[in-house]
């Protein structure tokens, strides 16, 4: 069995005058929701083995506030930023060779993923706040596909 951790993004300040989407920083809430986040995961035992995260700011600045999750490889991927569920899953099968993968990532992306992992739908899904995260258990061995994974946790700030 090997396990998806999907996290989004902590609470990010809204955009100023001509400030690019990507550039978007945490808000004072979004430190302690990503903080929080981290302790929830320490506490679970759920340290990765590796880490994808978004080029946004808004998602590397809630990778850095998790603290001490472990010695996990961390890679920064720009197809995570408006990534489909398509492009999330097939992210996470090249990346089959990890344990516990952490995606670190956005909306409506990681929660439609959640969903048609664990039920088979995307549908109108909407359920996963900023800081919130999913995670999935699933056979190691194959593709990821609609069905595939029990949703063994979910939390949110």
Same mark, same amino acid.
């Given at each position: 069995?090997r396990?998806l951790i999907l ?6 300040e ?7 989407d990507l550039?978007r920083?945490?808000?004072?809430t979004?430190q302690a929701? &990503?903080r =929080?986040?981290? +302790?929830?995961? %320490?506490?679970?035992g759920?340290q990765?083995?590796?880490v994808?995260?978004s080029n $946004? ?10 603290a001490d999750?472990?010695?996990a490889e ?5 197809s995570i ?6 492009t999330l899953a097939?992210? &996470?099968? =090249?990346?089959? +060779?990890?344990? %516990?993968?952490?995606?670190v ?5 990681l929660?439609?993923l $959640?969903?048609?992992m664990?039920s ?6 909407r ?6 995260i999913?995670v999935?258990?699933l056979?190691?061995?194959v593709n990821i596909e ?5 949703l063994?946790?979910f939390?949110?700030?």
């Amino acid at each position: 069995m090997r396990q998806l951790i999907l996290l989004r993004h902590a609470h990010a300040e809204s955009a100023t005058s001509g400030q690019d989407d990507l550039q978007r920083p945490l808000s004072a809430t979004g430190q302690a929701e &990503a903080r =929080a986040a981290g +302790d929830w995961l %320490r506490e679970h035992g759920l340290q990765p083995d590796r880490v994808l995260c978004s080029n $946004a700011t808004r998602t590397r600045e809630t990778l850095a506030a998790l603290a001490d999750i472990g010695d996990a490889e961390v890679h920064e991927d720009a197809s995570i930023y408006e990534a489909s569920p398509g492009t999330l899953a097939a992210l &996470a099968d =090249a990346n089959r +060779d990890a344990e %516990r993968l952490l995606l670190v990532g956005h909306n409506p992306g990681l929660e439609q993923l $959640a969903a048609l992992m664990h039920s088979g739908q995307t549908g109108d899904y909407r359920g996963m706040p900023p800081g919130g995260i999913a995670v999935l258990t699933l056979p190691a061995d194959v593709n990821i596909e609609p069905g595939i994974a029990t949703l063994s946790a979910f939390w949110w700030p």
